[in-house]
């Protein structure tokens, strides 16, 4: 779904990326789109600990740091795009409160700082069932992410709501191994979607720079090709 028209970038012009999120399922997919992209000048991948597989590309740059210091380097924020796929789950976190710094405090930081800097588009990754006011803590967090995104100003926002990611994780997950194994039960817009489908939605995305807000639901990005 689409709202508030469209405008196109100047082609010629090459984009200066950050990607917030680089290590999990639909961020290392971004990443490997946009490092072979050559409408792309560089991607400054914002990351805790160095790339598990080194990306050659030269246009990766790498930059290590701790998310609750990201005030004390304004100049990687000096980019024209942002991409955050930065998540975690409540049993990883393990208590609400890590889940909520995680899922929300550090993303907005992010945002905040690169609008400062004079980002105009925001591409996020959300979940299905985002909104702020529902019952489940989960689905409220990623709703409140999403209304606290749109109050900063970007010219242009486009929010992934992926039902279950599909892909190769690092760590095994035993109820997304089982939800695999009957996702063709679902009807398309709750079945599970490939994170390539969600990367590569979001980069088509990014490209095309549709003015106000843009929603990727989970059947939009299921079809992709």
């Known amino acids: ?58 246009l990766v740059q790498e930059l290590i740091t701790d998310f609750d210091r990201l005030q004390e380097h304004p100049e990687w924020f000096e980019v024209d795009i942002v991409f955050c796929a930065l998540g975690t789950t409540i049993a990883k976190a393990r208590t609400k409160e890590a889940f909520r710094r995680v899922d929300f405090d550090y993303p907005l930081t992010v945002a905040k700082l690169a609008r400062s800097q004079g980002a105009r588009q ?47 994780r690092q760590e095994y997950r035993l109820g ?28 088509q995305a990014a490209h095309r720079s549709a003015v106000g807000v843009t929603i990727l639901d989970n059947r939009t990005m299921r079809s992709i090709l």
């Open 122 to 168: 925001f591409l996020l990754v959300s979940a299905i069932g985002a909104n702020p006011r529902s019952r489940f803590f989960y689905n409220r967090i990623k709703g409140e992410l999403e209304d606290a995104i749109l109050t900063l100003g970007y010219p242009s926002v486009t929010i992934a709501r992926p039902s279950m990611l599909l892909g190769d």
């Open 176 to 203: 997304e191994h089982i939800a695999k194994k009957i996702t063709w039960l679902f009807p398309s817009f709750l079945a599970g979607v490939e994170a390539s489908k969600v990367a590569s939605a979001l980069v």
């Open 1 to 58: 779904m689409k709202m508030n028209g469209s405008n196109r970038q100047d082609i010629n012009k090459k984009q200066r990326v950050l990607l917030a999120g680089a290590t999990g399922l639909v961020g290392r997919n971004i990443l490997h789109l946009l490092s072979k992209d050559n409408r792309i000048a560089e991607v400054r991948a914002l990351i805790r600990h160095p790339l598990p597989t080194p990306d050659n590309s030269p």
